[in-house]
């Protein structure tokens, strides 16, 4: 089957610091979603990607939709407090279902 | 933009009882919904797709007599936990898709507890 990974398992960082995080897979997807959840709640959509080559902000957050079709990156600039929470990237396989990384843990030291 | 409600947040249910979480589509129409499990510290994991006026699709490994899935109209899915164990306390998710591969919105979760 395919697989999905996601990486790093965590971060501790500064804040103002910049943050990077990326997601791998061994198949190919037509469509990368970014997540943030925060403890208790649903995620809720960042970024959504959909062309290879495809590099999209959403004000601090910017993500790109890999080449290959098989990679996604998000960064995240300038990092606050308020960035704390856990990250998934989600692509779309067919089906139109989800499938959800491991997820980065952020952790924002002020 | 879209907003998906999820009903209850919260319920603690004794052994051997039933719950149902309730997932509403409150400003679209949503044919396909989805269900989500998540362990703590741990990615969402897919249990199934609601399809509205037809049976749901379970994912491999899920017992669809155990989790109950019913999506009676475009804006409703229900998940009805039975005869629920301890082993089954997780936080259940919800998610809406708005069609077209747009992305999927979630609802906030619901924390079950079985003692």
């Known amino acids: 089957g395919q697989q999905l990974n996601q990486s790093p398992q965590s971060m501790f960082i500064q804040e103002g610091e910049d943050v990077s995080m990326n997601c791998t897979s061994s198949s190919i997807f037509n469509t990368w979603l970014w997540y943030k959840q925060e403890p208790g709640e649903g995620p809720v959509l960042l970024i959504a990607?959909?062309?290879?080559?495809e590099l999209t902000s959403n004000g601090r957050l910017t993500a790109q939709f890999g080449i290959t079709r098989k990679d996604s990156f998000l960064n995240i600039s300038a990092s606050i407090p308020s960035d704390v929470g856990i990250y998934f990237c989600a692509p779309l396989e067919y089906g139109n279902k989800l499938v959800f990384g491991a997820g980065t843990i952020l952790r924002v030291k002020s | 933009g879209a907003v998906v409600s999820q009903h209850p947040s919260r319920v603690i249910c004794k052994s051997g009882t039933s719950v149902k979480i309730e997932c509403r589509s409150l400003d679209f129409q949503a044919t396909t919904m989805f269900w989500y499990r998540q362990f703590p510290k741990q990615s969402l994991m897919l249990m199934a797709t609601s399809n509205e006026g037809s049976k749901a699709t379970y994912e491999q490994g899920v017992e669809k007599d155990k989790f109950l899935i019913n999506h009676a109209s475009l804006t409703l899915s229900t998940l009805t936990v039975t005869s629920a164990h301890p082993e089954d306390s997780s936080f259940y998710i919800c998610s809406a898709g708005t069609g077209g591969g747009y992305g999927y919105t979630f609802g906030s979760g619901t924390r079950l507890t079985v003692v």
């Open positions: 990607l959909y062309k290879a080559g």
